[in-house]
C-alpha cells in the first residue's frame, strides 16, 4: 500500500490527484494497481482533512507515528553499530548453538548462552566487571536479546556453565573457522603469557616469572595458540609458577588429540626450549621451528664465531643476513640484522661513557675526603650494576683512581650476538627454505599481539574472581572476544579508512539506537548511516539497516 501522485490531462491542462493505491497481481501474474482512495485534485485539498484522517489511522497502527513534530518526545540514546556488528559475527560462529547443544539437560532457569554473549560483548566494546555490566545495559541496543531480566548472579552462573564445556566449545569453534575462513593450519604460533592479581587470588594463582615485571604479586600463566591469521584454536590457566619450558608437550598432545592437527609446523620462542620439549616433538613427529637462546646454549655456543664469515644477504628478508648449518638432520639457522646490532652497539656505548661521567664524579668526590675507598669501590660497582654491564667490567682503584678491566672476550661475543638470533628446525629445505623459516617465525608476533590485545584492550586485568572456575572463564570470556574482534578485523582488511578492528568498531558506534516516543507508545529508530558505516556493515555481510527497529 502506498501514495502516489497521478497525472491527468485536461483541456490543455495537466492536474495531479492524489490517491492511496495497492499493487497485486491477477490470476495471470501480470501486476495491476487497484485505488483504494481518491483524494482529489492536489491543489484543491483540504490538508486538515488529511491531517485529521492519519490521527485518526494512527490510533490503528502497529508502529506509532506521531501526528505532529511537538509530540514526538525523545528518549534513551543507544550504542547500536557495533552491537548489530558484533551480534552478527556472534550469529555466524554459532556460539549459542554450540553452549545450548553442549549444556542439553542443565536446568538453569535463564539462558546461559545469552548471558555469554552479553558478556563477550561488553568485553568487545567496553570492558567492565561484571557488575558493571548491568550498567552498560541500558547504555545499549543488542539486536535479537532481551537484557531486562539480566542479573548479577546469571552472569556468574553462566561462567560456571561456560568453563565446563570450555574444550567442546573450542572444538567446535575451530571447526566453524575452518568452515567460514580456511585459516591456514600449517603453522600453530604458541607462547605464554602471565596475568597478576592485587589480592591473593585464588589457589592456582602464584609467584613465579613475571611478564609484566610484577614479581611481588601472585599471578597466573595464560598459554595460547593461535593460527597464521591469528585466530586463537585453543588456551590454558595454568598456576602462576608454572614453567614455560614445561607447557610445550602438552599443549602439542591438545593439537594432536583434540583438533586432529599433525600435518603442522609448531613455531615457538627461545622460551620453550627444553630437551623434554624438543623430545616430545619429535616423538609426536611435530614438525617445529624454535629459536634458541643465544647464550648459556650448549647449541649456540658451537654456532659461535668471531666474524660474520658465511653469512649472506636474503633479499626477501629485507636485508637481512642469514647462515645455515646443518647437524644430523636438524638445520640451524642463524640470523643477522645490521641495524639492530648497530643499535645496540650505540646504547652499550652510551651506558659505558655513563659510567665513566659517573666514576670521574665519584673520583673528585673521594680525593675531597667524601668517601672512604671501601665506599668508592661500592659505588662504582653499583654504578656498573644499574647499567647492566656487570658481566663486561671487573673496577679497581688504584692510587686514588679507578680502573676499569674489561673482559675482552665477553665483551667480543656480546658485539657478536648484536642483532642475532638463532632458529632451529627439523623440516627439511625441500619442505622450508631457510628464508620461510625466517618468515615463519617473524610471524610469531600474532600470538604476541593477541596477548597484547588481551591484557591492553579487553583488559583481561583487573580479575574480579576469587575462585580458580571463575579465574579460568574470565580468561575464556576474554579468549572469546578476542576471536569475535579477530573475525571483525578479518572482514575489514583492505578497507581504507579501517586500521583495526578497534578503529571499525569506533566508526559502526556513531550508529544510533534512538527511542522515540509517540502516542504513548516507544518507536526505536537509527540515525543515518554515513558511507564509512556501510562500507563496514557491507564487508561484514551486515544486512542493510532498518529506519525502524
Known amino acids: 500500500m502506498y501514495v502516489r501522485m497521478s497525472h491527468k490531462k485536461t483541456q490543455g491542462k495537466t492536474y495531479q490527484y492524489l490517491q492511496l493505491c495497492e499493487s497485486s497481481r491477477n490470476e495471470k501474474g501480470q501486476p495491476r494497481v487497484r485505488v483504494l482512495v481518491n483524494f482529489g485534485r492536489l491543489d484543491q485539498l483540504d490538508r486538515k482533512r488529511i491531517e485529521s484522517a492519519v490521527q485518526a489511522l494512527v490510533k490503528y497502527a502497529s508502529s506509532p507515528l506521531p ?159 593461535v593460527t597464521r591469521e591469528g585466530f586463537p584454536i585453543f588456551h590454558e590457566v595454568l598456576p602462576g609458577n608454572t614453567a614455560d619450558v614445561s607447557t610445550l608437550a602438552d599443549a602439542v598432545q591438545t593439537l594432536s588429540r583434540r583438533f586432529k592437527i599433525r600435518k603442522t609446523v609448531i613455531v615457538c620462542d627461545r622460551g620453550m626450549i627444553s630437551q623434554d620439549n624438543i623430545e616430545a616433538l619429535e616423538e609426536t613427529k611435530f614438525p617445529y621451528i624454535l629459536a634458541l637462546r643465544p647464550r648459556n646454549n650448549a647449541e649456540a655456543e658451537l654456532l659461535y664465531q668471531k666474524t660474520l664469515t658465511g653469512f649472506s644477504a636474503e633479499p626477501s628478508l629485507n636485508g637481512l643476513f642469514i647462515k645455515e648449518t646443518a647437524k644430523g638432520g636438524i638445520r640451524y639457522i642463524q640470523c643477522h640484522n645490521p641495524d639492530v646490532a648497530r643499535e645496540k652497539k650505540t646504547k652499550r656505548q652510551e651506558r659505558v661513557a655513563k659510567i665513566h661521567k659517573e666514576i670521574t664524579r665519584l673520583e673528585k668526590r673521594y680525593q675531597r675526603g ?80 593477541a596477548f597484547r590485545e588481551l591484557k591492553d584492550f579487553l583488559k583481561i586485568r583487573p580479575v574480579y574472581h576469587y575462585t580458580e572456575e571463575r579465574v579460568k572463564a574470565h580468561v575464556f570470556l576474554c579468549v572469546l572476544a578476542y576471536l569475535v574482534e579477530k573475525v571483525v578485523e578479518q572482514h575489514c582488511q583492505g578497507l581504507p579508512q579501517v586500521t583495526s578492528a578497534r578503529r571499525a568498531l569506533s566508526l559502526l558506534s556513531r550508529l544510533k539506537a534512538i527511542e522515540c516516543l509517540a502516542g504513548g507508545r516507544t518507536v526505536t529508530v537509527t540515525n543515518r548511516v554515513d558511507k564509512e558505516i556501510t562500507a563496514i556493515l557491507t564487508a561484514l555481510g551486515v544486512q542493510p539497516i532498518k529506519k525502524m527497529l
Open 67 to 225: 501526528s505532529r513534530i511537538e509530540e514526538l518526545e525523545h528518549g534513551r540514546v543507544l550504542d547500536y553499530g557495533d552491537m548489530l556488528v558484533l551480534t552478527h559475527i556472534w550469529d555466524r560462529l554459532d556460539l549459542s548453538g554450540s553452549i545450548n547443544q553442549h549444556l542439553q539437560g542443565a536446568k538453569t532457569g535463564f539462558d546461559v548462552a545469552q548471558m555469554v554473549k552479553i558478556m563477550v560483548l561488553n568485553r568487545v566494546s567496553d570492558p567492565l566487571s561484571k557488575l558493571g555490566i548491568l550498567r552498560w545495559l541500558e547504555t545499549v541496543h543488542i539486536p535479537g536479546t532481551a537484557t531486562e531480566g539480566v542479573a548479577y548472579q546469571h552472569l556468574l552462573r553462566a561462567m560456571d556453565g561456560l568453563i565446563a564445556i570450555k574444550e567442546e566449545i573450542e572444538k567446535d569453534l575451530y571447526n566453524q573457522l575452518i568452515n567460514l575462513f580456511s585459516p591456514d593450519v600449517d603453522l600453530v604460533f604458541y607462547d605464554i603469557t602471565s596475568s597478576y592479581f592485587e589480592g591473593d587470588g585464588p589457589e592456582i594463582a602464584a609467584y613465579g616469572y613475571s611478564r609484566d615485571h610484577r614479581p611481588d604479586l601472585k599471578q597466573i600463566v595464560i598459554a595460547l595458540a
Open 370 to 449: 667524601e668517601l672512604s675507598e671501601k665506599d668508592l669501590h661500592y659505588r662504582v660497582l653499583q654504578t656498573i650494576e644499574d647499567r647492566h654491564m656487570t658481566p663486561f667490567f671487573k673496577p679497581r682503584i688504584e692510587s686514588g683512581k679507578v680502573i676499569l678491566y674489561r673482559d675482552v672476550e665477553i665483551w667480543d661475543r656480546e658485539e657478536y650476538l648484536d642483532g642475532k638470533f638463532i632458529l632451529k628446525t627439523n623440516l627439511p629445505p625441500s619442505q622450508c627454505t631457510a628464508a620461510e623459516a625466517v618468515l615463519s617465525y617473524k610471524q610469531l608476533q600474532q600470538v604476541e599481539r
